[in-house]
């Protein structure tokens, strides 16, 4: 391990191997820290706090603070957190509000300065989140999102698989698979070409995005119209009509309107 003479461990605390701990960072005595994970200076993770293999935290960044939800009653609410996330400079991501639920932070994620995850979000894998981002509680996001610089979302909203919310957008309702948001308030505009293709997605794949996205906001059809149109489609087993359908009805929030 290479702990600097500085940081501060407290008792409890649990240290995988080969960890790196720079000069006045901070464990608090309830966290687990994964093989590899790497502190920088002044960076702190407390609380009930897991932190996977490969985590890299930078300066100033604090992960695992309590919840700021004003219905924090007390307990031992928490973090989960997978491998390889880097949380830079300033990041805050607070713990869930309820005694015993956890915020969750899957792998492969990256969270740029000044960014703030609230309590009980809940993170996929292989996110991109840019400087200043703001996730409210409750949000999820699912795999391979990006989030623009200074972009915030709603409570409870919900951002599905392979989308994109445009720097500075203010989302409030769901925003689907596969597509590109952008406003204030966001209203969906395109499907994410570039991110796909950069994903490994097929032509095949491309285009069915492209027919699922001209159904939902370009065929001039209320909500159900679409669901109805999308599930008697030819392709409506493929994976990419099957995610957009069933994201669409777990919506509580309503499905971002078209531009």
């Given at each position: 391990?290479?702990?600097?003479?500085?940081?501060?461990?407290?008792?409890?605390?649990?240290?995988?191997?080969?960890?790196?701990?720079?000069?006045?960072?901070?464990?608090?005595?309830?966290?687990?820290?994964?093989?590899?994970?790497?502190?920088?200076?002044?960076?702190?993770?407390e609380g009930r706090t897991t932190l996977g293999a490969g985590c890299e935290v930078f300066p100033y960044a604090?992960?695992?603070?309590?919840?700021?939800?004003?219905?924090?009653?007390?307990?031992?609410?928490?973090?989960?957190?997978?491998?390889?996330?880097?949380?830079?400079?300033?990041?805050?991501?607070?713990?869930?509000?309820?005694?015993?639920?956890?915020?969750?932070?899957?792998?492969?994620?990256?969270?740029?300065?000044?960014?703030?995850?609230?309590?009980?979000?809940?993170?996929?894998?292989?996110?991109?989140?840019?400087?200043?981002?703001?996730?409210?509680?409750?949000?999820?996001?699912?795999?391979?999102?990006?989030?623009?610089?200074?972009?915030?979302?709603?409570?409870?909203?919900?951002?599905?698989?392979?989308?994109?919310?445009?720097?500075?957008?203010?989302?409030?309702?769901?925003?689907?698979?596969?597509?590109?948001?952008?406003?204030?308030?966001?209203?969906?505009?395109?499907?994410?070409?570039?991110?796909?293709?950069?994903?490994?997605?097929?032509?095949?794949?491309?285009?069915?995005?492209?027919?699922?996205?001209?159904?939902?906001?370009?065929?001039?059809?209320?909500?159900?119209?679409?669901?109805?149109?999308?599930?008697?489609?030819?392709?409506?087993?493929?994976?990419?009509?099957?995610?957009?359908?069933?994201?669409?009805?777990?919506?509580?929030?309503?499905?971002?309107?078209?531009?």
């Amino acid at each position: 391990m290479a702990i600097h003479p500085t940081a501060i461990i407290e008792a409890g605390a649990q240290l995988g191997v080969d960890v790196d701990l720079g000069a006045y960072s901070f464990v608090g005595r309830e966290v687990v820290l994964g093989d590899r994970a790497r502190l920088h200076h002044h960076a702190s993770v407390e609380g009930r706090t897991t932190l996977g293999a490969g985590c890299e935290v930078f300066p100033y960044a604090c992960i695992g603070g309590k919840t700021q939800d004003l219905k924090y009653k007390g307990g031992a609410p928490g973090i989960r957190i997978g491998n390889d996330n880097v949380f830079r400079e300033y990041v805050t991501v607070h713990a869930a509000t309820f005694d015993g639920d956890f915020t969750v932070i899957g792998s492969g994620n990256t969270v740029l300065a000044y960014s703030h995850i609230a309590h009980d979000c809940v993170i996929g894998n292989h996110c991109v989140m840019s400087n200043g981002t703001m996730l409210a509680g409750h949000v999820i996001v699912e795999d391979h999102v990006i989030i623009g610089g200074y972009g915030g979302v709603h409570q409870f909203c919900r951002l599905g698989a392979y989308a994109m919310l445009s720097a500075t957008a203010k989302l409030v309702q769901d925003l689907p698979p596969f597509f590109i948001a952008d406003g204030t308030p966001a209203v969906v505009r395109a499907y994410n070409k570039v991110g796909l293709e950069r994903n490994g997605h097929t032509a095949e794949q491309l285009d069915r995005v492209k027919q699922i996205f001209r159904i939902l906001y370009r065929d001039g059809l209320n909500r159900s119209q679409a669901l109805e149109k999308l599930s008697a489609h030819a392709d409506a087993a493929t994976a990419e009509f099957q995610r957009v359908i069933a994201f669409a009805k777990k919506s509580e929030r309503g499905i971002a309107p078209g531009a």
